[in-house]
């Protein structure tokens, strides 16, 4: 084997040095720069998609306390409008209830008004009828029909009280 021929070594040596350093020389000029294209342009593209993807998250973060005041605007909006319906209804509630309590305020009055007088005019009948029974009872009982004056006060004295 020619390898392990020993008259060949130096020239095998030689060989190998010279195509070591080619080889080296071809990486160190060719291979490495493009490698560490290829590395940097991915590191590259990496924090460049890291920036976006921070954007992205600010601009959500932001979204977010947008959505969150205009979601406690309206709350209180809506609280406020609830206040403002409720103060009107309940002034309308009070403006109806007063209306209702002067209709039946008049009412209650003419009622009594109208139980008084049929109260009077009942006690005047009464007084009438009573007058009338007494003297019929007067006629039958003695024979003598007293006047309609003294079967009047006598109902008088009867009705008066005593005291």
């Not at 976006?52 to 309206?74: I, T, V, W």
């Not at 009438?128 to 109902?155: H, N, Y």
Request: charged share 30%; glycine share 2%; aromatic share 4%.
């Amino acid at each position: 084997m020619p390898q392990l021929d020993m008259t060949t070594y130096p020239t095998q040596v030689f060989w190998l040095v010279v195509c070591f350093v080619a080889l080296l020389i071809l990486m160190w000029t060719v291979g490495l720069p493009r490698v560490r294209r290829v590395l940097e342009a991915r590191q590259k593209r990496m924090s460049d998609d890291l920036e976006l993807a921070d954007k992205f998250k600010r601009e959500a973060e932001a979204a977010l306390k947008a959505y969150e005041a205009a979601l406690a605007e309206a709350r209180a909006n809506a609280h406020a409008l609830l206040a403002e319906t409720q103060a009107k209804l309940s002034d309308e509630a009070a403006k109806r209830r007063a209306a209702l309590d002067e209709e039946l305020a008049g009412r209650l009055s003419e009622a009594e008004t109208r139980i008084r007088q049929a109260r009077e005019q009942a006690l005047a009948n009464v007084r009438e009828v009573a007058s009338d029974v007494a003297r019929a009872a007067t006629s039958r009982l003695i024979g003598v029909e007293p006047s309609s004056q003294s079967s009047e006060a006598a109902i008088d004295a009867a009705m008066t009280p005593k005291g």
